[in-house]
Nanobody
Framework: QVQLVESGGGLVQAGGSLRLSCAASGTIFSINVMGWYRQAPGKQRELVAV???????NYADSVKGRFTISRDNTKNTVYLQMSSLKAEDTAVYYC???????????WGQGTQVTVSS
């Protein structure tokens, strides 16, 4: 069974940094797109950043210049380096893979990021 498992969330002061990781486990041949989404209390889930297997990236305007998405294809792992964090970055962050083999729209369990002002 393929799973996405996030780690690295926590509490940080405004202006600080955190690095999130998401590892895909199970029988995996290749993963094209992987991404990070977030959901703040009372708000809809929103895209944060995505990255293709070739390294092409796309970011939400709100995080451009502050967050960096990267991946290690040999480990089936995607990372989100978050810097200059703001209180409005507080949310549950979810890892997503739109497709892994026959599995569509796979999500991780989420990891809480809390930024104190």
């Amino acid at each position: 069974q393929v799973q996405l498992v996030e780690s690295g969330g926590g509490l940080v002061q405004a202006g600080g940094s955190l690095r999130l990781s998401c590892a895909a486990s199970g029988t995996i041949f290749s993963i094209n797109v992987m991404g990070w989404y977030r959901q703040a209390p009372g708000k809809q889930r929103e895209l944060v950043a995505v990255i293709s297997s070739g390294g092409s990236t796309n970011y939400a305007d709100s995080v451009k210049g502050r967050f960096t998405i990267s991946r290690d294809n040999t480990k089936n792992t995607v990372y989100l380096q978050m810097s200059s964090l703001k209180a409005e970055d507080t949310a549950v962050y979810y890892c997503n893979a739109p497709r892994i083999g026959p599995i569509k729209d796979l999500w991780g369990q989420g990891t809480q990021v809390t930024v104190s002002s």
